[in-house]
Every structure is written in structure tokens, then in C-alpha cells.
């Protein structure tokens, strides 16, 4: 959006290169704080409140805030790298880093003008840490209008990550078919949280059930920004679902870095060449060499078409006349960051120990950790259907357009011919 026919102020600017290098090197920091204790907090399975802390104190939750309101003012493509960094250190923390900066994205997209500038200088100014309760897929809620315009929910989502912790919580839900949104603040009469989150990765993200007894959202807790946006409209709030699959590609990337990186250091320090080697030292074993190449080529081109698919993604937020063939190349380009990501994540994170060898197995090494988290949350959308809309365009020219939600949740799709 342009800062004349949107609102007062500019979003997501970006900060100088040489700002920048100060984030990333405060991003690492929090990453190498994390990965000291990575593994004993992923066995021990707790909400991370301290971790939000932590993140809450280098001031990367207010990184995508404009200064005006008390951020940081960074770019959407310099957030995803920070959140690239603090996930490879760990999984979990990184992926509530950058859902915070999905759900700041939503914030933008669905709030009117005031509505946003409330929730970024809560982040921005407070450091609040956003959460969400939007699986598009899970049960509906009971809804019932309220005399004001508000309305009344009822019912429970099986999942719901970051919202047990979080400061400020987007609510979607659907009316009479409609798929509305409000922000509420956690605190809100009704809401029971279940603590239950106990899979197999991501352990550490809080992404428990939430019941919601007679919770009332008010009126002007509903989103209502897309119906103020000059634009197509669908294309707009599309955008949300585009955000949600780039945040995915940057996650496993991180995820996939640093179990590559995790792994060269143990074959440092512990390798031993297998006896049929010529080489004496496991780091110059050729096939070790080969498989750490082969995986760290796979990362890059991950990384390439993920940065490149964050800059696209930032045009396309901040304009007020996206096109649907606009839309089709962004979701084309997502589609491809993240069947790449997605697949050196799995390839990295399995194929390592092909490497560290059999002692690297052990439960005190941790290595486990990057495969049961990169496992875990690839579930969330299934490969073939972003492999589909890439063969569809290639075959029949035929470009990716918004997914729609029916009234039971059920996501439909047409395409775009070019």
C-alpha cells in the first residue's frame, strides 16, 4: 500500500544494509542462546514464556514495526532471514518468531488503518507477541450475533499455536458462511486453553487446543480492512494464505540449516572414517563430503527462491492495484520456494546420519530434533497440492488464483490462464 491512499504510514520500509548486519548478528546471539539448551527444553515440553522473553527483550518481535510505532521498521524479506536464524537454532522458537510476523501481516492486511496501528504499537511499544486461532480445517465455531453488531463463539479448536502465550490473539471464524476475523486479547472471559500440545516436533510452539465458553467479540474487534481496500478485494485477502506458505519455506530452510550445520560440527569433532575409507579423518571421506555438498546446494536453492518469493510477496502487499496474473506469479513462485525448501528439510534432516553415523543416534546428541520438527510441521500442507499448481502452470499455462472457504471449511481453488 502506498502511505497516501492507505494509511499515514509506511509499512514494512526496510532497514539500512548496514542496520541490517546489526539485527542478524543480534538474531544470532538469541540463536545461540537457544541452542545451548535446545534439546533439554524440547524434552522437557513446557510453554516457552521465556523464550518469548527473550525475544520480546533483542527486540525481534518489533523488528517489522514501523519506527512511528515503536519497531524497528524493517522489511517483510529482512524478517523472514532473522526468523531463518533464530530457527535454525531452534525449531520451535523460530517458528513462533515468524508466525508473530505472519500474524502482524494479517494485521495489516484485514484491520482498517486504526485497527492495525492498535496491535503494531502493542508490539512495537509493548512487545507484544501475536498469536492466532485460524486453521481453516478444524471444527467451526458455534456463532451467535450479539444486538451491537458483536458476536457470541462457542466451541474448540484442536490447535492453535502461540495463542496460550500471547499478548494479542487473531480469532477467525465463519458467519452464515462468511469467514470473518477479530483480534482479541487473551485475557478475554471464556477462553480455556489445554496445554495439550505433546507431538512428535514443534514441541515447544504452545500449539494446544483453546475452547471458547460464551466468548464475546465486539464490534469493533472484527477485522473489516479488507472491505476498505481499493483493489480486488479476494486477491488481497489471498495474500494471507501466501504469507502463511513463504513463512513455511523460510522455517524448514532454518530448520535444514541447522542440522547441516549441527552435523559438520559433530563429524568434526567425533567423526570416524569408516573402515573400508581411504581417508584417515572423516572429514576428508569423500561420500561425507559428497552427501554435506549435496545438502547444503539443496538449502541454497531454497534459500534463493525464498528470499526471492519475500521481495515479490512485498510488492504485491504494498500495492493498491495487485492483478490476478500478479497474484498467479507470487503464489507460482511461493508454490516453488516451498516444494524446494520442503524437501532439502526432509533431506537434510534425515540423510545426515548417513553421515554422523550410528553414536550420532544418541539421545544426548539431539539430532533427532531437526528431523521430528521438520517431520512435524510439513504435515501442515501437503506437498503434491503446491507440486500440482507448479505442474499446471507449466503443462497448461494455467496460473494458481485465491483459495475459497465454504461454510465447512473445505478449501477450493480455480486457476488463471496466461
Known amino acids: ?30 540463536a545461540d542462546e537457544l541452542a545451548g539448551t535446545a534439546v533439554q527444553r524440547d524434552r522437557a515440553n513446557q510453554n516457552p514464556f521465556p523464550e518469548i522473553g527473550l525475544l520480546r527483550q533483542s527486540g525481534l518481535l518489533g523488528f517489522a514495526i514501523p519506527t512511528e510505532f515503536g519497531g524497528a521498521g524493517g522489511s517483510l524479506p529482512q524478517a523472514l532471514i532473522l526468523g531463518r536464524i533464530v530457527a535454525a537454532a531452534d525449531g520451535s522458537i523460530g517458528q513462533l518468531l515468524l508466525y508473530h510476523y505472519s500474524n502482524g501481516v494479517w494485521s495489516f492486511i484485514l484491520g482498517t488503518p486504526e485497527q492495525w496501528e492498535f496491535i503494531a504499537r502493542g508490539v512495537g511499544e509493548s512487545g507484544w507477541f501475536q498469536g492466532s486461532v485460524s486453521n481453516p480445517r478444524d471444527s467451526g465455531f458455534d456463532v451467535a450475533g450479539t444486538d451491537d453488531g458483536g458476536y457470541i463463539l462457542n466451541g474448540t479448536r484442536t490447535f492453535a499455536t502461540g495463542v496460550a502465550i500471547a499478548d494479542y490473539i487473531t480469532v477467525g471464524f465463519l458467519d452464515n458462511g462468511t469467514l470473518l476475523n477479530a483480534q482479541i486479547p487473551p485475557d478475554r472471559a471464556g477462553l480455556v486453553f489445554g496445554d495439550d500440545w505433546d507431538n512428535l516436533g514443534q514441541r515447544l510452539t504452545a500449539s494446544g487446543s483453546v475452547t471458547f465458553e460464551d466468548v464475546v467479540i465486539r ?41 547441516l550445520e549441527s552435523a559438520a560440527r559433530y563429524i568434526r569433532e567425533k567423526g570416524r572414517p569408516w573402515p573400508e575409507a581411504t581417508s584417515k579423518v572423516a572429514t576428508e571421506d569423500p561420500y561425507v563430503l559428497q552427501l554435506l555438498g549435496k545438502l547444503s546446494a539443496q538449502i541454497a536453492a531454497g534459500v534463493a527462491l525464498a528470499d526471492d518469493a519475500a521481495v515479490t510477496f512485498s510488492t504485491a502487499l504494498r500495492s493498491d492495484s495487485l492483478t490476478a496474473e500478479q497474484w498467479g506469479r507470487l503464489a507460482l513462485r511461493v508454490d516453488q520456494a516451498k516444494v524446494v525448501a520442503t524437501e532439502a528439510a526432509l533431506d537434510a534432516t534425515q540423510n545426515i546420519y548417513q553421515a554422523t553415523g550410528a553414536r550420532s543416534t544418541a539421545n544426548s546428541v539431539g539430532l533427532d530434533i ?8 510439513t504435515t501442515h500442507d501437503p506437498l503434491p497440492y503446491r507440486q500440482r499448481e507448479v505442474g499446471n502452470f507449466v503443462l497448461n499455462q494455467i496460473l494458481p488464483s485465491p483459495l475459497a472457504f465454504n461454510d465447512s ?3 477450493s481453488s480455480t486457476g488463471n490462464p496466461v
Open 219 to 259: 464490534h469493533d474487534e472484527v477485522l473489516r480492512g479488507v472491505s476498505e481496500y481499493p483493489g480486488d478485494q479476494l486477491l488481497r485477502e489471498g495474500l494471507r494464505a501466501q504469507f502463511s506458505f513463504l513463512i513455511f519455506a523460510h522455517l524448514y530452510l532454518g530448520i535444514a540449516e541447522g542440522a
Open 1 to 30: 500500500m502506498t502511505a497516501t491512499s492507505w494509511t499515514a504510514v509506511e509499512p514494512y520500509r526496510g532497514v539500512e544494509d548496514d542496520e541490517f548486519e546489526r539485527w542478524r548478528a543480534r538474531a544470532a546471539a538469541v
Open 370 to 377: 531437526y528431523w521430528r520438527n521438520a517431520r512435524t510441521h
Open 409 to 411: 471449511a473445505e478449501a
